[in-house]
Each structure stands twice: as structure tokens, then as C-alpha cells.
């Protein structure tokens, strides 16, 4: 809670670089086909950074590195509003300019909508979301079930907040429970003619691995 990681002059960090920043460990969601450690987890000071080492870590990089610009590696950045209140109370108080790319969840956002202009002050300047699937009982079945009109408009609203200066990623996997040729082929053809608000996409194939094969390993 107290603590952070912290970069040496000797790290060979070139000025202005790019640095990873970690403010929580884990995540409070169990996708189903994640299986990455502390799924589940409450949002509790046990595994999010103080907002003191938050500041601390920021002032240290620029210091040393005059760096401003971060990749947030957490799991879910916008897990909970005093999570990124906690951030901006850190941000404002080294009074730079910081930017950032981070991990968000859109079920978050239109649960929440006061945190879209949040992030946007406090500097988000790329977004990854997780949306996997625009066929709603492929997304449902893994848990992100809040229906395709409701995940456009949350992108609308989200490109009207942060405007141009925010670049907007979307991951997705075909071949998720429910899913066929035909709806796989319906939802990637919008993205492909980009009549969504993402700017980049990525696609994948889901990848399964049988119990023979893992025992093996």
C-alpha cells in the first residue's frame, strides 16, 4: 500500500521515456477466460498503492528522467472511483502534465459515466478496452454482458468526452461460446468499415488447450 517500484539512474532510462506504472495489484472481475492472478479480488488499500507513493513515484521519474507519460499496467484501471480520485489527487499535486495509456473496462464506464470525464483530466491519452465479442450472447456468456447498443453509445460518449486527443483500442476474440460464421462475420464487418468510435482493433482467434496438454506441461 506504501510502497511502489522505483526506477535507478543506473536503468539505463532515456529522458522523457516511456516508463510502466503500477498502482493495484489484480483484478475485482473473473472473465472467464482469464487466468491471470488475483481474479477476484476486493477493492481494498490492501492491493492499490496510497495516493503518497503514487506521488511519490511520479516526482521521482520526472526528477530523474523528466518523464510524464506512463503505461498503467493494472489489470482494470477504472476499477472504482476512489482508485482513480486517488490517482488525480496524486497527479494534481506534482502539478506536470502527465499522459497515459491504460487498461479500461467499459462496463465501468457506462455503470459510472462521472468517470469518463475523470480520466479525461486526469490525462488518458490511449484506452485499451477489452470488449471481446459484439454479439451479445458471446459477451454475456463471459461476462460482459451489457449489450452491444450500450457498449457503442458508452464508445460514443467516451469519444465526445476525450475527443481527438485519446486513441481508442478494441480487443476482440472469435470463437467465443454461441458464436457462428455468420454472427462473427456480421460484427467484424463493422469494425472493419469502422462504423464504431475505435480507432485501432485487434483481433483473435480464442486458443483452447486440452487437459492432456496442460498435464503434459
Same mark, same amino acid.
Given at each position: #500500500? @506504501? ?8 536503468d539505463i532510462?532515456f529522458? @522523457? =521515456?516511456?516508463?510502466?506504472?503500477t498502482v493495484s ?5 473473473k ?6 492472478p488475483l481474479?477476484g479480488?476486493?477493492? !481494498? ?6 495516493? =503518497? ?5 511520479f516526482m521521482? @521519474?520526472?526528477e @530523474?528522467? #523528466? ?6 499496467t493494472?489489470d ?5 472511483i476512489? /482508485?482513480?480520485? +486517488?490517482? &488525480?489527487? *496524486?497527479?494534481?499535486? !506534482?502539478?506536470?502534465?502527465i499522459n497515459?495509456? *491504460?487498461?479500461?473496462?467499459?462496463e ?5 459515466p =462521472?468517470?469518463?470525464?475523470l ?6 491519452? *490511449? $484506452?485499451?478496452?477489452g470488449l =471481446?465479442?459484439?454479439?451479445? $450472447?458471446s $459477451?454475456?456468456a463471459?461476462?460482459?454482458g451489457?449489450? +452491444?447498443e450500450?457498449v457503442?453509445?458508452?464508445? /460514443?460518449?467516451?469519444?465526445?468526452s476525450?475527443? /481527438?486527443?485519446?486513441?481508442?483500442h478494441?480487443s476482440?476474440?472469435i470463437g467465443?461460446?454461441?458464436?457462428? /460464421?455468420?454472427?462473427a462475420s456480421?460484427?467484424? &464487418? ?5 462504423? !464504431?468510435?475505435l480507432d485501432?482493433?485487434?483481433v483473435?482467434?480464442? #486458443? ?5 496438454t496442460? *498435464?503434459?506441461?
Open positions: #500500500h @506504501n510502497i511502489g517500484p522505483v526506477f535507478h539512474v543506473d532510462v529522458q @522523457n =521515456e516511456v516508463l510502466p506504472f495489484r489484480g483484478c475485482r472481475f472473465c472467464k477466460f482469464c487466468n491471470f481474479l479480488r476486493k477493492p !481494498t488499500d490492501n492491493y492499490v498503492r496510497s495516493e =503518497e507513493s503514487i506521488y511519490t513515484e521521482h @521519474n520526472y @530523474n528522467f #523528466h518523464t510524464t507519460f506512463y503505461s498503467f493494472d482494470t484501471l477504472n476499477e472504482s476512489d /482508485k482513480l480520485e +486517488r490517482i &488525480k489527487r *496524486a497527479i494534481d499535486r !506534482t502539478r506536470l502534465d497515459f495509456w *491504460a487498461y479500461i473496462r467499459i465501468l464506464l457506462e455503470r459510472f =462521472e468517470q469518463i470525464p480520466l479525461g483530466e486526469m490525462g488518458i491519452r *490511449a $484506452a485499451f478496452f =471481446e465479442s459484439l454479439n451479445d $450472447a $459477451a454475456k463471459i461476462g460482459k451489457i449489450g +452491444r450500450r457503442l453509445q458508452t464508445l /460514443k460518449t467516451v469519444r465526445e476525450w475527443r /481527438k486527443y485519446t486513441r481508442l478494441g476482440f476474440i467465443l461460446p454461441h458464436e457462428t /460464421k455468420e454472427t456480421e460484427w467484424t &464487418k463493422l469494425l472493419v468499415e469502422r462504423k !464504431t468510435p485501432t482493433i485487434s483473435s482467434d480464442l #486458443h483452447l488447450t486440452s487437459p492432456k496442460l *498435464a503434459k506441461g
